[in-house]
């Protein structure tokens, strides 16, 4: 697990069914329409004393897929589309953090999804929940992530980047963590490069928990995720030991192509200043 501290002022310096349901859908992805609901709402993380941001915490943004009576309310202001990726990196966070237990399979067992691709992906991530036991998937988070000796997979940004853990990629990623004031917690042991760690980040600047500047999360993005991370959400889906988490995968891989073309797409006030000119 994970724990990020947000400093305030930066320092300078094989084929399966739901696969072949979404490649017959085909179009352009986008995001799903997850829970009936309202926009996300991510209150309780501005309590976190000291600024922190852990999974624990971050699982509040994921809470409001899993759990939306709980009507909490919204700090910052932002817009339904960064409240969506940020519902959507926050459930990633969770899921790649932990096994989840019963309480959140049965939630999970229960997402709405659509015709998209990544729709459907959600709805087979549900009908996954809703035959799995928390018991089962604990074994295979074990299998496939701690292991013994290691897991059959890891989800490091260095290792998948240099075949080697803690190398210039983790100290790249902690050089820009400082600048936008983030930094870990004492006591956690987890690199901030493991893919939980980096979808957390990525939930908090969308939901404006991490504010950083205009054009500084599209680039953190392509600096420190585009690079390597799609690659081990397609290594999930096809790993010997994934059953559940195949459809992590699969989710993971299809957010991260639609995030990565939505980064692509004007913003609202560039396309502005283009009908203008």
């Known amino acids: 697990m994970t724990v990020l501290i947000h400093t305030g002022t930066p320092k300078k310096k094989n084929e399966t069914s739901d696969q072949e349901a979404v490649r017959a859908v085909g179009g352009v992805l986008e995001l ?8 996300l709402p991510v209150s309780r993380l501005s309590n976190v004393p000291a600024r922190a941001l852990s999974v624990e ?15 909490h309310e919204q700090p ?5 589309f960064d409240a969506n990726r940020a519902q959507e990196y926050s459930l990633l966070a969770m ?7 019963g309480a959140t399979l049965s939630r999970i067992a229960k997402l709405h999804g659509d015709a ?7 709805l087979a991530l549900a ?6 036991s928390a018991e089962g998937i604990e074994r295979e988070y074990f299998t496939l992530f701690i292991g013994v000796g290691r897991g059959e997979l890891l989800p490091y940004g260095s290792y998948y980047l240099t075949g080697f853990l803690n190398e210039r990629p983790l ?13 870990r917690a004492e006591g956690q042991a987890e690199p901030e ?3 939980a760690t980096l979808c957390e980040i990525m939930a908090g600047m969308a939901s404006g928990q991490f504010p950083i500047a205009v054009g500084m999360q599209q680039q953190f993005f392509e600096k420190h995720l585009a690079s390597w991370i799609g690659r081990f959400f397609v290594d999930l889906e096809r790993a010997e030991a994934a059953d559940f988490y195949r459809h992590v995968g699969t989710l993971g891989r299809l957010f991260l192509e639609t995030d990565t073309e939505a980064f692509r797409l004007p913003t609202k006030a560039e396309a502005r200043n283009r009908e203008e000119t």
């Open 57 to 71: 915490a971050v699982m509040d943004l994921a809470s409001e897929i899993l759990w939306p009576e709980l009507g």
């Open 76 to 80: 910052v202001e932002i817009d339904d």
């Open 95 to 101: 899921l790649l953090s932990r096994s989840p237990d």
């Open 127 to 132: 009908q996954a929940a809703g035959n799995a």
């Open 171 to 183: 100290a790249r990623l902690r050089e820009d963590l400082r600048a936008h004031g983030i930094e």
């Open 193 to 195: 490069d493991h893919a």
């Open 32 to 39: 799903a329409d997850l829970i009936e609901a309202p926009q």
């Open 116 to 122: 998209t691709p990544l729709g459907l992906a959600h």
